[in-house]
């Protein structure tokens, strides 16, 4: 079974589906924080999506 593809950055290797979900949870956050008007509503949002992203492409890659 092949590793999955990885971004180095600082020298660390980081898995791709790693950073989709990190950029899914700050696009998350801009756009509910712009339509709600809400720092709570916007963090709560981008964390749900980011943890979400993460566990479900990491279970698909792995």
């Known amino acids: 079974m092949a590793a999955p593809p990885e971004v180095r950055i600082a020298g660390v290797p980081w898995p791709t589906y790693k950073l989709i979900a990190l950029l899914l949870g700050v696009l998350a956050l801009v ?10 509503a916007a963090v709560l949002t981008a964390a ?15």
């Open 48 to 62: 749900a999506v980011a943890a979400f992203t993460w566990i479900l492409l990491g279970a698909v890659t792995h």
């Open 31 to 40: 756009v509910v924080g712009a339509v709600s008007a809400s720092a709570a």
